[in-house]
Structures are given as structure tokens and as C-alpha cells.
């Protein structure tokens, strides 16, 4: 994961501060507005390319979870006492499983995530969109996942324009569920402190849904969990001193700018608690 954006606090950056990896979605691009705003707020912020570049998966399909470590320790060579990952739709399906399996990631902040594992978004490396493969592997193993059921269809209302696919992922499991156990992400195991942020009007996939699991698996394990949830935001919640997310012609997000900034201005006090290791985030529930 050679290709980045490394943002430094203005004032410096003393060691014992807080680092945070930030992932992107399915975009693939390098969030590098949201580590400047991150490094106002005095954390050391990087963010990786970590599909789609040069010697990379084209698609999210078998990525090794294990070439994040190297951006890990990265932000440890700044003197990093506390290590977080800020990770949105499929980056915070990685954030999650990073929270599992990387040893040292104290703190995740996962938006608009999946409860689940799900089966790769775009070709591999062979260049194939099929069969169905997971999205990331482990030491060389891919984790179980669901499939998507090839019989979905759009709603006929938006031929033509951007389309909603959270019902593809709600039929999906349906379909598959035989192997929604396996591939349930372990946050019950998760020693990482974990902050969900997802709105209820998400049209990719039912994230909130998914961060209530993900928030029931926390609990049932007695391990601390916030969720900031907005019942009028969509995919893409946005943080104070971000503005709203482009329009897409091939999707539709839900929510509103105005219900994506409102839960982004709801949850930004918890994230930058988390990620510095203030515990005023945690669950109070």
C-alpha cells in the first residue's frame, strides 16, 4: 500500500499522541480532505489506496487484510501512542476485521458498516467478476461470506437513473442464509474500543440494521459499543467541516445533506473521543 496521504497536526505532533488510518468505501479513492480535518482536530491521520492502484486488485475482491499492517506502522513511526481505524461502507467492513485480527488497533470507528462479510465488489486480480469470492483473506485464507442472489433486479421506477441496491443485500441474505453465521465479523472478540455511525435512510445496504448486530454482539460480550444513529441520514454521513458527498448517476445513497451533516455533527464528538482514547465515548446503554 505505497500510494497515500499522510496529514500532521499544524502545531506538531508530540509522541503519546493518537493516530487513525482512514479507509475509504468502494470509491477506492485516498480520503484526503478527511485526514486534514482529522489533523485540525491534532491526530496524525493517514489514508492508503488499498484497491485499484498499481499492483492491486482492480475490485474489493480478496484483499489481504494483512497489508494494512504496514500503514500501521507507519503512523507508529510518528510516535503514536494509540492506534484507530476510521473506516466508511466497505472500509469499515476492513476497520472491522482489523479490530479482530491486527493486533495494536485500539480504536475503530466504523460508518455506515456491515455486520457481515460480504462476497467481493468488482473483479480480482484475474481480472473475473465470477465465481463469487470473498472480499478480503487472512494469512493467505479468504473469510467466509455471503454471495449475492443473481436473481435481484432493480426496481423498474429507476431505469435510467441511480439505482438502490439495499434490497439486493436484504435479498441476499435471505437467500444465503446458511452462511450469514460464519460470516458474522467478530466484534464479540474485538479487544478495540468501537464507535458505529450509520443512518437509517441508507439505500446501498441496511446499515443500520447492521450496526444494532454489531451493537448486540458488543453488548452480549460486555464490551463497550456506541452507536450514533440517525434515522434520516443515508450512506454517507458527513462530518463537521466536510460538505455534502457528490451526487452519483449510478446510486443512490438516501438521506439528505442536511440529515447526513446532522448525524456527522452527532457522532463527531464520540469519534474524536475514541480515537484519543477519552472514554466519555462509551456506551451508556
Keep these: 500500500m505505497r500510494e497515500g496521504f499522510l496529514a500532521m497536526p499544524a502545531d506538531g505532533f508530540a509522541d503519546g499522541g493518537a493516530g487513525v488510518l482512514v479507509l475509504s468505501g468502494s470509491s477506492g479513492r485516498i480520503e484526503a480532505e ?4 482529522l489533523a485540525r482536530e491534532g491526530l496524525c491521520a493517514l489514508s492508503v489506496r488499498w484497491f485499484g492502484g498499481a499492483g492491486q486488485s482492480p475490485g474489493i475482491c480478496e484483499i489481504p487484510l494483512d497489508a494494512f499492517g504496514p500503514a500501521i506502522e507507519v503512523l507508529r513511526t510518528h510516535g503514536v501512542r494509540r492506534i484507530g481505524v476510521l473506516g466508511t461502507s466497505k472500509g469499515a467492513e476492513a476497520a472491522l476485521h482489523l479490530s479482530v485480527l491486527l ?7 466504523a460508518v455506515s458498516p456491515t455486520s457481515l462479510t460480504w462476497a467481493n465488489v468488482g473483479p480480482g486480480s484475474d481480472g473475473q467478476n465470477l465465481p463469487y469470492r470473498s472480499s478480503w483473506t487472512w494469512r493467505g485464507e479468504p ?7 443473481e436473481g435481484w433486479a432493480p426496481d423498474p421506477a429507476e431505469e435510467g437513473g441511480p439505482v438502490a441496491v439495499r434490497s439486493w443485500y436484504e435479498r441476499s441474505r435471505r437467500t444465503f442464509a446458511g452462511r450469514v453465521a460464519a460470516a458474522a465479523i467478530q466484534v464479540d472478540r474485538a479487544p478495540a474500543d468501537l464507535v458505529l455511525v450509520a ?12 450496526a444494532e448486530e454489531l451493537t448486540a454482539r458488543r453488548r452480549a460480550a460486555g464490551l463497550p459499543v456506541r452507536l450514533v444513529a440517525g434515522p434520516d441520514a443515508g450512506h454517507r454521513p458527513r462530518f463537521p467541516g466536510e460538505g455534502p458527498a457528490p451526487e452519483s448517476a449510478h446510486f443512490r445513497y438516501g438521506g439528505s445533506p442536511a440529515a447526513d451533516a446532522a448525524l456527522g455533527a452527532a457522532a463527531w464528538p464520540y469519534v474524536l473521543d475514541v480515537l484519543r482514547g477519552d472514554h466519555r465515548w462509551r456506551d451508556d446503554g
Design 199 to 210: 443512518g437509517g435512510d441508507d439505500a446501498m445496504w441496511p446499515s443500520l440494521p447492521w
Design 143 to 149: 473469510l467466509p461470506f455471503v454471495p449475492y442472489d
Design 34 to 37: 478527511r485526514c486534514r480535518l
Design 103 to 109: 493486533p495494536g488497533i485500539d480504536a475503530v470507528v
